[in-house]
């Protein structure tokens, strides 16, 4: 895994062991980053369920302000600190280790409001609806707040999701990604 545009550009990811982290293939994250591209520019990244890091560290090489890292296993944050310091980039970042089955999002980070969102849980437990309709996320999210959610083809989120709309979706083999905007009229309490 290697970063692949900006002031990162080639700079090779720590390289993982292990089933618990199944990172975002190069040529998916490739394509996801040029789409989005526009959107990256002095964005604050929010990167749930981490895994490496990969997204948010790319985002920060291709110019976003910060980003913060969250994961529930200690070896992935281990991971991400080593592949944020290899990119020389580590003043613009957040790592924590948080349990999202017993918050959504951590307590240290409800006042943040972030442009840009990568979800990747893990496939089939659900994680990805429960996330998209947590007020406390939609809360931390900024006017047009861009996801990214990568989830398997069978985990299906094109009904309805209040406050969201499903603008693109692209499918790469068994790997789905939503491309989603908070929509104007949601009103957050």
Known sequence: MRIIRGSCKGRKLVPFSGKNIRPTTDRVR????????????????????????????????????????????????????????????????????????KSIIPEYIKNRKFDLVFID?????????KILKDLCFIKILKHNALIIAEHSIKEDISGKMPGFDIYDQRKYGKTLISFLTKTISMKVL
């Not at 040029?34 to 890091?53: S, Y």
């Not at 994961?71 to 970042?93: E, G, R, Y």
């Not at 849980?121 to 609806?129: A, E, H, Q, R, S």
């Open 30 to 101: 490739e394509a996801v980053f040029n789409i989005i591209e526009p959107g990256i520019k002095k964005a604050h990244v929010l990167d749930l369920f981490a895994g490496t890091g990969a997204n948010g560290i790319e985002a920060l090489s291709r110019g976003a302000e910060n980003a913060v890292f969250i994961d529930i296993s200690d070896k992935s944050c281990a991971l991400i600190k080593k592949n944020i310091q290899v990119c020389k980039i580590k003043k613009n970042t957040l790592i924590f280790c948080h349990n999202i089955n």
């Open 121 to 129: 849980p893990p496939y089939g437990t659900g994680f990805l609806k």
